[in-house]
């Protein structure tokens, strides 16, 4: 099925998404992207079903042909704080208060959200294949969050960041146990699998 512009008929829509919410370093961070009525182009979908370099070669298009556009970002610490799920929705929500036009509806990606103070929302699951807006949006986060954990991986250059991006593969993990966590490490994730935690008992 393509992706839709709108959800309904009328109104100004504003997608959301985000990215690094499986992450065990870094921020979450969301993007809120309200597109024009006539957007095509083969890159605007899921951006994880994008390369990087497709994610790039879209990247100007959608900043220059939105109406308008925000980024959230909600750092490690305040993670550990408030868990990852309520971080999710408050990058989002960060993102919206970006927004130089105020949306009458958000879609947001996934099943769940906190309300945004007087817009209503609709919860789509997949909704980033399924909304060119959410997967503008999805597209947005993902390539503002790479950019930041590409220039963490120059001061913390012991955990691959500049191929995983903060997720949890082996060479990350590995990393840990060689190196330990550093300062921007979340601290309420399980950094390591239990086989690995073995080696320091």
Same mark, same amino acid.
């Given at each position: 099925?393509? &992706?839709?512009?709108?959800?309904?008929?009328?109104?100004?829509?504003?997608?959301?998404?985000?990215?690094?919410?499986?992450?065990?370093?870094?921020?979450?961070?969301?993007?809120?992207?309200?597109?024009?009525?006539?957007?095509?182009?083969?890159?605007?979908?899921?951006?994880?079903?994008?390369?990087?370099?497709?994610?790039?070669?879209?990247?100007?298009?959608?900043?220059?042909?939105? *109406?308008?556009?925000?980024?959230?970002?909600?750092?490690?610490?305040?993670?550990?704080?408030?868990?990852?799920?309520?971080?999710?929705?408050?990058?989002?929500?960060?993102?919206?208060?970006?927004?130089?036009?105020?949306?009458? &509806? *958000?879609?947001?990606?996934?099943?769940?959200?906190?309300?945004?103070?007087?817009?209503?929302?609709?919860?789509?699951?997949?909704?980033?294949?399924?909304?060119?807006?959410?997967?503008?949006?999805?597209?947005?986060?993902?390539?503002?969050?790479?950019? &930041?954990?590409?220039?963490?991986?120059?001061?913390?250059?012991?955990?691959?960041?500049?191929?995983?991006?903060?997720?949890?593969?082996?060479?990350?993990?590995?990393?840990?146990?060689?190196?330990?966590?550093?300062?921007?490490?979340?601290?309420?994730?399980? *950094? &390591?699998?239990?086989?690995?935690?073995? *080696?320091?008992?």
């Amino acid at each position: 099925m393509p &992706l839709l512009i709108r959800f309904g008929k009328d109104g100004v829509e504003a997608g959301c998404d985000e990215a690094g919410r499986g992450c065990l370093a870094g921020p979450v961070v969301a993007a809120a992207v309200i597109l024009p009525n006539r957007l095509n182009h083969k890159y605007l979908n899921d951006s994880k079903k994008l390369s990087a370099k497709q994610r790039h070669e879209i990247l100007p298009l959608i900043k220059s042909k939105a *109406l308008a556009y925000g980024i959230g970002v909600v750092e490690h610490d305040e993670i550990d704080k408030i868990n990852i799920l309520n971080a999710s929705f408050l990058a989002m929500h960060r993102a919206v208060d970006a927004l130089k036009l105020k949306p009458e &509806l *958000l879609l947001i990606d996934g099943n769940r959200f906190n309300p945004y103070p007087d817009i209503p929302h609709v919860c789509i699951i997949k909704g980033d294949g399924k909304y060119k807006s959410i997967a503008a949006a999805s597209i947005l986060a993902k390539t503002y969050r790479d950019e &930041l954990m590409l220039s963490y991986h120059e001061k913390y250059p012991h955990y691959d960041w500049d191929h995983n991006m903060g997720y949890p593969t082996k060479k990350h993990r590995q990393g840990i146990v060689d190196n330990g966590p550093c300062p921007i490490h979340r601290k309420s994730f399980k *950094l &390591l699998s239990d086989a690995q935690m073995e *080696l320091f008992k």
